[in-house]
């Protein structure tokens, strides 16, 4: 077919499309944004004819002009509670606006998708499609009231991104329902509010009440995606099971929030509340288990994937981006433990990493640095959860992990099995307790706390702390002082009531920090991996790990309270294996001054039932052991980020040849050596 005659067709589906497929056909192989705003109505008004819904069409991409065709690559939307400027608010207008136009185009592609969709649904669908339009009309106009308009900046193509593995699902127009409905409007119920917010407080109050309607539009749209996925993929189902089973991977229930989390909105939608419970966990317990659907890719993978989802034990936290950056930073370490052909996913993105092996620990082995690890073409997570597991499953990769019991990541359940052993010192026994999230949502419960810190013992400083019952890294801790002149706000006791309540404990001056860490096989039989000292910030930020190399090739923190870590952590590894937990596990621990001055061990802060930065320090040591480079040494330290300084009488073996401060193991002849050095990098060992 010549060009002049292929304008001709579309200029003539532009004049006389009188059928929802010749309306969505010159939707999407239309460029500009006139021919994309032009609404779904008939000649004489109400919505076009739908009797013909046309033969089944493959679109990869829509058209457009080349001011609006979208990038891999755009600058960070503003946080939400920062659009005050002109900027921002351009930038965040801009951003919505586009989400609008590939919503717009998203539901014309499903229409031509899959013609054969029930004509009510795709009643509901065009009637949808109308909404966004709308959408994208009034932030249009609000970008046109800031001087500004689309397309002199880069847009992203994320939506777009995803329409291939929603067409080559199974579930067919219902895994349309659970990406697009259940997973991006769902999201922008959260989003909506939030920014909504951020515009008021910014002054910009027209903008705010453009993102009120938006929101109430898309509880429209939920209710739609619900209703049919129900529908189309069984009402009886459990609605977990449904949603899970629907959505193409990588989307899933942590795509389908933000914070906060708003609960009304989605109960307006009819989602019920397991479901709305799941998504809020960002993937909970799925009572049945999925089929493991038929993958190429599980058939042809042969290194492992190590999915990185550092942080899951806290279902309603927030990950930054630099948070993120710092985990996969974490995870390429991790992969160095693992067999040649081990990649790195990230649990919220589609990307697969490779990792370059260091040239610093000699050639690279084949297999894994200890028996146990997986060295197939299974996934192998952080932290095992549900959530991973389906991603397993999604993924095409079989999982060997089974699943922890969540009281395991419970901070609360850690303390009263440290008391059960003997475990929490005697000065700390009356100060240490549980607060269940009821308490914490009592009137004036911060009143009724800060009074509780000031008549606690002299020697406490009338310092403590509340720490998430579940979470990780210390994110969401509140910090209590018995001489405050107002009690935390009640904002900050209502987020550590979300994640199910808070212990409290006394806000001590560590002295050395430790860890252990163990793992556990399949007969629940333990294996000392070894103990460590932490380097830490004041913060109590990690830096690395480091310690001892003994005669019998333990390695050891070489603190002189070692052998009391070790006791702890088979102690741990009891209670884990009572819980059928498998797999590598650590404790945190850390000395301190009692009341007489008298050097004291915690020896069981934490434990963590999941891969750790203590499990990668000794099993980079273990590489390098390996690779014979150890023998002369009995201290090493390994560093996160290798910061400038004297570095003394140590070998360095730099882990990365890409960065400033590359992580780095520090080998040294004795302790004293590596004090000395660590000192002149201005760390405390």
């Not at 419970?277 to 492992?304: D, W």
């Not at 911060?446 to 008549?455: C, Q």
């Not at 013992?457 to 403590?464: D, E, F, K, S, Y």
Request: glycine share 10%; net charge positive; charged share 20%.
């Amino acid at each position: 077919m010549g060009r002049r005659l292929q304008r001709f067709l579309l200029l003539f589906m532009l004049i006389s499309d009188d059928s929802v497929h010749l309306f969505c056909r010159s939707l999407l192989e239309s460029g500009t944004l006139a021919a994309k705003l032009k609404p779904p109505v008939a000649a004489g008004g109400g919505l076009l004819k739908d009797d013909d819904p046309g033969p089944a069409l493959r679109i990869d991409e829509p058209a457009r002009a080349p001011e609006l065709r979208p990038h891999r690559v755009v600058d960070p939307l503003p946080p939400r509670g920062r659009v005050a400027t002109v900027r921002d608010q351009v930038a965040c207008l801009r951003r919505f606006a586009h989400h609008e136009l590939m919503a717009v185009e998203l539901f014309a592609w499903a229409l031509v998708t899959w013609p054969a969709m029930p004509r009510v649904l795709r009643r509901g669908m065009v009637a949808a499609l109308a909404d966004e339009q709308r959408h994208l009309q009034l932030y249009l106009d609000r970008l046109a009231a800031h001087g500004a308009h689309l397309g002199n900046a880069p847009l992203s193509d994320y939506l777009w991104r995803h329409t291939a593995a929603i067409r080559e699902h199974p579930a067919g127009p219902a895994a349309f329902l659970a990406a697009m409905g259940l997973t991006f409007e769902q999201a922008n119920l959260d989003f909506t509010l939030a920014y909504r917010d951020g515009f008021r407080a910014g002054g910009d109050e027209e903008t705010a009440a453009v993102l009120a309607q938006v929101h109430h539009e898309e509880i429209g749209h939920v209710r739609l995606a619900w209703t049919w996925l129900r529908r189309l993929q069984g009402r009886s189902a459990d609605p977990v099971a449904l949603y899970e089973q629907a959505v193409p991977f990588p989307l899933g229930p942590r795509r389908a929030k933000a914070h906060p989390f708003d609960e009304v909105s989605r109960r307006r939608a009819g989602l019920p509340e397991a479901l709305i419970e799941h998504v809020r966990q960002g993937g909970g317990a799925v009572e049945a288990p999925l089929p493991r659907p038929p993958s190429p890719l599980g058939a042809q993978a042969s290194g492992v994937l190590l999915l990185s989802n550092l942080g899951a034990e806290d279902h309603t936290a927030m990950v930054s981006a630099r948070a993120r950056q710092m985990s996969m930073r974490v995870a390429g370490l991790w992969a160095h433990l693992h067999g040649a052909g081990a990649m790195v996913a990230d649990p919220r993105t589609e990307e697969r990493h490779e990792v370059q092996w260091p040239e610093a620990l000699g050639a690279q082995p084949a297999t894994p640095v200890w028996e146990w690890l997986e060295d197939s073409g299974g996934l192998v997570p952080w932290l095992a959860t549900e959530s991973a597991r389906l991603q397993a499953v999604r993924r095409g990769r079989h999982w060997s992990w089974g699943l922890p019991d969540p009281l395991l990541s419970d901070k609360a359940w850690a303390l009263r099995h440290a008391r059960n052993h003997g475990l929490v010192p005697a000065c700390l026994q009356p100060l240490m307790r549980v607060i269940d999230a009821e308490e914490l949502r009592r009137p004036r419960a911060g009143e009724a706390l800060v009074k509780e810190v000031a008549a606690w013992p002299a020697w406490t400083l009338g310092r403590a702390v509340l720490k998430p019952r579940r979470g990780s890294s210390g994110r969401g801790r509140v910090a209590l002082e018995g001489s405050m002149p107002a009690p935390p706000p009640g904002r900050a006791l209502d987020r550590l009531a979300r994640r199910g309540g808070a212990v409290l404990e006394p806000w001590l001056t560590r002295g050395v920090d430790l860890s252990v860490q163990g793992y556990l096989d399949a007969a629940g039989e333990l294996t000392i991996l070894g103990s460590t000292r932490q380097l830490l910030t004041g913060a109590g930020i990690w830096l690395g790990n480091g310690g001892v190399l003994t005669d019998p090739g333990e390695v050891a923190s070489g603190h002189q309270e070692d052998g009391k870590l070790r006791e702890a952590v088979v102690a741990a590894g009891e209670w884990l294996a009572s819980r059928r937990y498998r797999g590598p596990f650590g404790i945190d621990a850390f000395t301190f001054r009692d009341s007489q001055g008298h050097l004291m061990l915690r020896p069981m802060v934490e434990i963590n039932p999941r891969f750790t930065t203590g499990t990668i320090s000794l099993g980079l040591l273990e590489r390098a052991r390996q690779a014979g480079l150890t023998a002369a040494c009995s201290a090493w330290a390994f560093l996160a980020s290798l910061p400038a300084g004297d570095r003394g009488e140590v070998t360095v073996l730099p882990l990365s040849t890409d960065e400033e401060r590359p992580p780095a193991l520090l080998l040294a002849a004795n302790l004293s050596s590596l004090q000395a050095a660590l000192s002149g990098l201005g760390i405390r060992l």
